[in-house]
């Protein structure tokens, strides 16, 4: 027979393995996120970066920005996308990059939905190319929903953390989730 405090114990082992358990499969999760959402950032500035001109005319397909400013953006852009993707990838300033990398993708979703609100016949150029395209050839729908799923993962980052092998737990010296 046990007494009271055997059994608080065994139930409290039993409840820190499904802590644990629970612990591991988010971090698995925010792992996953973090690659999927920085890899496809990176994927994208690395298509990008050689080719300002056709990255700036994408911006300014859209027709949102002032001409000049699309421009400006459509140079910068790149780079940011490699450098949110790239740390993402490795793990180092998780939550702030991740907020980012969420950040864009709204940006980039609401110009996908403004594009297709204002009957524009556009690639997203998202992984390069963009500018204008024939009426039959645009993919919003798609693009939208991609997109939603790389919000999603970046939110899930910047509220739980950066999961499993990622550098920001190693220089913290402390286990984030």
């Known amino acids: ?13 039993h409840d820190g393995a499904r802590v644990g358990a629970r612990l ?3 971090g698995g999760i925010a792992l996953l996120a973090r690659l999927i959402l920085g890899g496809a950032l990176l994927y994208a500035g ?10 700036a005319r994408a911006v300014q397909a859209y027709q949102i920005l002032p001409f000049e400013l699309a421009a400006y953006v459509g140079y910068v852009l790149p780079a940011l996308e490699i450098l949110i993707g790239g740390l993402l990838v490795i ?3 998780s939550r702030p990059m991740a907020a980012a990398g969420t950040i864009l ?5 609401a110009g996908i939905a403004s594009a297709w609100a204002r009957g524009l016949s556009i690639d997203c150029g998202c992984f390069g190319g963009g500018g204008e395209v024939a009426a039959g050839q645009t993919a919003y729908p798609a693009e939208i929903a991609r997109d939603v799923l790389f919000a999603a993962c970046g939110l899930w980052v910047w509220l739980r953390g950066p999961g499993r092998l990622a550098l ?8 984030h989730r």
Do not use: H, W
């Not at 690395?46 to 990255?55: D, E, I, N, R, Y």
């Not at 920001?168 to 286990?175: K, P, S, T, W």
């Open 1 to 13: 027979m046990s007494d009271g405090t055997t059994l608080g114990t065994q139930d409290g082992a």
């Open 24 to 26: 591991g499969i988010a």
């Open 46 to 55: 690395l298509t990008k970066v050689g080719f300002p001109q056709a990255s």
């Open 91 to 93: 793990g180092l300033f």
């Open 105 to 109: 993708m709204v940006i980039f979703i």
């Open 168 to 175: 920001d737990r190693l220089l913290a010296g402390r286990n």
